[in-house]
Structure formats: structure tokens, C-alpha cells
């Protein structure tokens, strides 16, 4: 089984839609500012995919246009990007539910991420995100007491 992306899963995604973003902007010619952030959340909805992002609400305005009608042109743009990046084998489609671009990920990928919550064990998912930072929770006193 061929290994997961040298980069992580998640990165390689959220770049490949800011990508199709840029594609579908330049196709549209839109003029409007793109957003600097895009995601991926998961959707509350297993039928409607593994991933799931609502940018096409956002960049929907400036087209005056349907989020479904946008979700649509950058799904396309998607499928484009995922098909020629290092993602293609891990991602078996993109659609698109009242204005949410979907992904559902390949039987592929979940197997190889299996693989690795069981060759990572109890480290999984520990990351060095924040190390070194120091957080100010608001309102905490008031929680705890």
C-alpha cells in the first residue's frame, strides 16, 4: 500500500481547495478579494461525505450566484487539482449538497490512516501545535467555581 502524502492529509487538501478557488476565480473573472483561509469541517451528516466545505456561500456573493451553482464550477476545479496532485489516490469523489463541496475519502485512505493510528499507537494525533505558547482562557474562574 503506497503511504499517505509526505505532507499531512489535511494540508494537502486545504491547499488543493484554495487552489480550485484561485482556478474558479480566474475562470470567472472575479474581481471581488478571495478569502486568504479556506477548510474542510466534518460534515454533521455521514451521507454527505467525510469533508466538507462552505466556501462556495462565501465567494458566492461577488459572482451573484447560488452557492450551489458555485459549489459546482469549483468542484469541477477540484476534481482537477485532486486528480493531478499527490491526493488523487485518496480521495474517490467530490460533490456537491446544497452549496457544500463534499469529499469522500477512498477506501485507500482510510486503510492507510488505519495503518498509521496503529503503527503510531498511543502517539497518534499528539503534535507539537501551540508547544511553547501560552493560552488565555477568558472566563475560566467563573467555569471552575
Same mark, same amino acid.
Given at each position: 500500500?503506497?503511504?499517505?502524502?509526505?505532507?499531512?492529509?489535511?494540508?494537502?487538501?486545504?491547499?488543493?481547495?484554495?487552489?480550485?478557488?484561485?482556478?474558479?476565480?480566474?475562470?470567472?473573472?472575479?474581481?471581488?478579494?478571495?478569502?486568504?483561509? %479556506?477548510?474542510?469541517?466534518i460534515p454533521k451528516e455521514a451521507s454527505l461525505g467525510d469533508l466538507s466545505s462552505p466556501i462556495a456561500f462565501t465567494l458566492a456573493a461577488a459572482r451573484r450566484?447560488?452557492?450551489?451553482?458555485?459549489?459546482?464550477?469549483?468542484?469541477?476545479?477540484?476534481?482537477?487539482?485532486?486528480?493531478?496532485?499527490?491526493?488523487?489516490?485518496?480521495?474517490?469523489?467530490?460533490?456537491?449538497?446544497?452549496?457544500?463541496?463534499?469529499?469522500?475519502?477512498?477506501?485507500?485512505?482510510?486503510?492507510?490512516?488505519?495503518?498509521?493510528?496503529?503503527?503510531?499507537?498511543?502517539?497518534?494525533?499528539?503534535?507539537?501545535?501551540?508547544?511553547?505558547?501560552?493560552?488565555? %482562557?477568558?472566563?475560566?474562574?467563573?467555569?471552575?467555581?
Amino acid at each position: 500500500m503506497p503511504p499517505l502524502p509526505s505532507r499531512h492529509l489535511d494540508e494537502a487538501l486545504i491547499e488543493a481547495l484554495h487552489e480550485a478557488v484561485r482556478l474558479w476565480a480566474a475562470a470567472a473573472v472575479v474581481e471581488a478579494p478571495l478569502p486568504s483561509a %479556506v477548510r474542510w469541517d466534518i460534515p454533521k451528516e455521514a451521507s454527505l461525505g467525510d469533508l466538507s466545505s462552505p466556501i462556495a456561500f462565501t465567494l458566492a456573493a461577488a459572482r451573484r450566484q447560488s452557492p450551489p451553482v458555485v459549489a459546482e464550477d469549483i468542484a469541477g476545479h477540484l476534481r482537477a487539482v485532486l486528480s493531478a496532485g499527490e491526493t488523487h489516490r485518496l480521495v474517490e469523489r467530490v460533490e456537491v449538497a446544497r452549496g457544500f463541496i463534499n469529499l469522500f475519502f477512498s477506501r485507500q485512505a482510510l486503510t492507510g490512516i488505519v495503518h498509521r493510528i496503529h503503527r503510531e499507537r498511543g502517539h497518534y494525533g499528539r503534535g507539537r501545535l501551540g508547544a511553547g505558547k501560552s493560552v488565555f %482562557v477568558r472566563g475560566l474562574a467563573r467555569a471552575l467555581g
